[in-house]
């Protein structure tokens, strides 16, 4: 079965600064897709980007990149440029790429902005 | 367009009673899920519905759980004779379901806490 581990309960950014948030995940399977999700105190789940197992090359949306190490089993997320709004917890988010389309998810991390 | 909306916002009842969590879709979006998430938690897999196709009930947790999508649209999770340990906040989500990654991306609602006293 898939695993998906966010080791960092917590982290804290200085506004402007850049940040890191780890994910690390188990499988067996080659064909996969990765996923990192905000959750604002909104409680609303938002995509913030998305990566696939075959491409080699890491995704980017504006502030926010990846890191994707697909032999270490690793999923990084970069955020640049820090912002207020950036506040929330972030989880990281494992779909297989067969037919079965349930997400397992790391159990998230929370980031702080500090102004 | 419309987002992913879910009713109520939050819910209160006592143990022993029994609640409906209502789930609205993206217009054209042909499968939904639910997901449970309890404090501090990340997201537990409940249910999931692919067009007419029978839906994937593996993630419920027990027979007090069940949940039905009329129309292909709207679903509703039941949860009967509530216990404490049912509160959390369950999250719905759907996607387009035309193939590839990017029509499978989940769009979630704002969820329904429930509080089970």
């Known amino acids: 079965a898939q695993t998906v581990t966010q080791s960092q309960p917590e982290m804290s950014v200085q506004e402007a600064e850049t940040v890191t948030l780890s994910c690390t995940y188990d499988?067996?399977?080659?064909?996969?897709?990765l996923f990192w999700y905000k959750q604002p105190p909104s409680r609303q789940m938002i995509l913030v980007i998305r990566?696939?197992?075959?491409k080699q090359q890491n995704a980017t949306e504006n502030r926010f990149s990846v890191n994707f190490q697909k032999a270490a089993k690793s999923f990084s997320l970069k955020i640049s440029d820090s912002q207020l709004g950036d506040a929330a917890m972030y989880f990281c988010?494992?779909?297989?790429?067969?037919?079965?389309?349930?997400?397992?998810w790391g159990a998230g991390t929370k980031l702080i902005i500090k102004p | 367009g419309a987002g992913v909306s879910q009713s109520p916002s939050n819910k209160v009842t006592e143990k022993g009673k029994d609640v409906e969590l209502r789930c609205d879709p993206i217009?054209?979006?042909?499968?939904l899920y639910w997901y449970r998430q309890s404090l501090g938690q990340g997201l537990e897999f409940l249910i999931y519905?692919?067009?007419?196709?029978?839906?994937?009930k593996s993630g419920l947790p027990s027979d007090r759980f069940s949940a039905e999508r009329t129309g292909g649209s709207v679903s509703t999770l039941t949860i009967q004779r509530t216990q404490q340990e049912d509160s959390a906040v369950y999250l719905c989500?759907?996607?387009?379901?035309?193939?590839?990654?990017?029509?499978?991306?989940?769009?979630f609602g704002p969820g329904t806490r429930l509080l089970v006293l």
């Open positions: 988010a494992y779909r297989s790429g067969g037919s079965n389309y349930q997400l397992i």
């Open positions: 990566q696939e197992a075959y």
């Open positions: 989500a759907s996607s387009l379901r035309g193939g590839g990654p990017y029509q499978e991306t989940q769009y």
């Open positions: 519905f692919q067009g007419n196709s029978a839906p994937d």
């Open positions: 217009s054209g979006h042909t499968a």
């Open positions: 499988t067996s399977e080659s064909d996969y897709y």
